[in-house]
Each structure stands twice: as C-alpha cells, then as structure tokens.
C-alpha cells in the first residue's frame, strides 16, 4: 500500500537558519505531493503541493520538489522564523476522478528559538 | 466564509462510554473526511463521504464507530462502547467537487481521551 516517511522531530533551529525535513514515499502510479502544517492549537493547514514529477511547490518561503527518481518531497526553507514552529505532515494523494484520502507521515515539530 | 468546525474541541470519557464527535464542513462541500491521529503516530484516514454517501470506509478500524452524515451537511462520528485505545485527535476535512485536485480543509480537531 501507500506509505509516507518523515524524518524524526523535534527539529529545533536558530532563527534565520536553513530547514530542511526530509521526505519520501512509497506509492504506485503517479500520486500527488503535499505538505501541510499544524500551528499550535489550529487545524491543518495545505503548505504547498506538486502534482507530477519535478514541480516545484512553494508557499511563505517554503520549497518542495516532487523527485520522482528519488520517490522524496523534502521541504526546505532558507531562513526560518519563530513564528514558524509547527508540526509539518507530508502526504500523498490520488487526484484523479473522484476526490480521494490523504496519507500522512507522522508528522515532524519544528521548533525555531530566537 | 467559515471554515470547518469540529465539537468538543476535548473530551474525556471513561471506557466503555459513549462519544459523539461532530464535524460542520465548509458550506457547499460534497466531500468529507474524518482522520485520526493516534499517540503522536501518523494522520490516519477512516473515511470519506460525497454528499450524505460513504465514499471510502476503508479506513474504520472496527463496527464501534459509527459515521453518518444527515443529508449531506453535517456529520457525526461515534464511538460506542470507547476503548483505550481509541484516545487521540480526530480530524474532519471538507473539500468541494470536480475532477481536478480539490484542497481538503481541516478543522482543529476533537481530542478525545478515554480513561
């Protein structure tokens, strides 16, 4: 079946540091990427997506490249800020035909401290 | 507009009790999901509804939950008799239709924990 895989947390950076949360994922055919985020006390939010192989998503400064070759979706930012610090989840989607279930990693808490 | 909304923002029970977790989706969505996080882990589907029909209930662990949503507005998810380990954060997401990837909206999530 399909499968996300995220890199343990907690993630703690200096502001202004370089983020990077790894991801990969195991699937058939041809998914949809995605990362969502999780700030304290709210639901999740869409971060950015990529739909086929080599886009790039991108959102508040945040990156993503859906490496088909690589099966990864790794999130980067150049320069984070406190107001950063969430839980991030990959996931991965069917997006054809009838809208269909997201699968999530575990999920990776970032901490950014001044 | 408003978003999703999801009641009780907490709940505590004892197991062997009854729960009743509510989700209002965003208004004019045919689609919604309940997800639940368990212990930290990953976000796990349960299942997905296209108006008041059950799309997808692959995701249901076993027949203590029930799902319903009355005439394709809001939902109800229930857990009868609750166990242990069905403590965690349930999510319901709402999104629009069409064939073309339309963006799930989450609500903030019910934490359930039984005692």
């Known amino acids: 079946g399909n499968s996300v895989t995220q890199m343990e947390g907690p993630v703690t950076l200096s502001e202004e540091a370089f983020l990077t949360i790894n991801c990969t994922y195991t699937?058939?055919?041809?998914?949809?990427l995605f990362w969502y985020v999780q700030y304290p006390g709210e639901g999740l939010q869409l971060l950015l997506k990529a739909t086929k192989a080599d886009d790039k998503g991108s959102n508040k400064g945040f990156e993503a490249t859906y490496r088909k070759e690589t099966t990864s979706f790794h999130l980067e930012k150049g320069s984070v800020q406190v107001s950063d610090s969430a839980v991030y989840f990959c996931?991965?989607?069917?997006?054809?035909?009838?809208?269909?279930?997201?699968?999530f990693g575990t999920g990776t808490r970032l901490q950014v401290t001044l | 507009e408003a978003g999703v909304t999801q009641f009780p923002s907490h709940s505590v029970i004892e197991k062997g009790q009854t729960v009743t977790l509510r989700c209002d989706p965003i208004s004019g969505h045919d689609n919604l999901y309940w997800y639940r996080r368990v212990m930290g882990k990953e976000i796990k589907f349960l299942l997905h509804?296209?108006?008041?029909?059950?799309?997808?209930e692959s995701g249901m662990p076993n027949n203590r939950f029930l799902a319903e949503r009355t005439g394709g507005t809001y939902s109800t998810l229930k857990v009868q008799p609750a166990e242990l380990e069905d403590s965690g954060v349930y999510f319901c997401a709402s999104g629009a239709s069409g064939y073309s990837y339309n963006e799930q909206f989450f609500g903030p999530g019910t934490r359930l924990t039984v005692l």
């Open positions: 699937a058939t055919g041809y998914p949809s």
């Open positions: 996931a991965l989607s069917y997006t054809t035909g009838t809208a269909s279930k997201l699968t």
């Open positions: 509804f296209v108006k008041e029909s059950k799309q997808d």
